[in-house]
């Protein structure tokens, strides 16, 4: 997919996610995200204890609702352990995604059978 059209979507921007925290400090999911916006544009980054505010300095497109951000995603980034990620409906909000698209679940959030009947969608971790 061409880099200028492509829609990722970093869950988990915090340093971590259990026990809770909204610290961002010395985040791998921060430097995940500078690296990627060396390349891509259109980056929308959800973390459901940092505030809004302090996810906008990090010079992103912000949601609140992980609804709108699986919308139309290409590649969907897990990047920390945060308990609410375990409550989600993953069938449902990766149909939202444009295929063929990917899932990488760095803290296996999920288990690869909620997902492999989803046609052209990748779901793959650490």
Not at 44 to 59: C, K, M, R, W, Y
Not at 71 to 78: H, M
Request: net charge negative; aromatic share 10%; charged share 20%.
């Amino acid at each position: 997919k061409d880099p200028a059209t492509v829609k990722l979507f970093l869950v988990g921007i915090a340093f971590k996610g259990q026990p809770e925290t909204s610290d961002i400090r010395h985040s791998t999911s921060v430097d995940i995200l500078n690296t990627l916006k060396k390349s891509y544009n259109n980056i929308t980054i959800f973390d459901p204890v940092v505030t809004p505010e302090d996810l906008a300095s990090l010079g992103a497109q912000v949601t609140t609702d992980p609804t709108d951000g699986f919308a139309n995603a290409d590649c969907v980034l897990v990047l920390n352990n945060h308990l609410d990620y375990k409550d989600w409906d993953i069938f449902t909000l990766a149909q939202s995604m444009h295929s063929p698209g990917i899932i990488f679940d760095a803290w296996g959030s999920y288990s690869p059978e909620q997902l492999n009947e989803l046609n052209k969608i990748s779901y793959t971790g650490l």
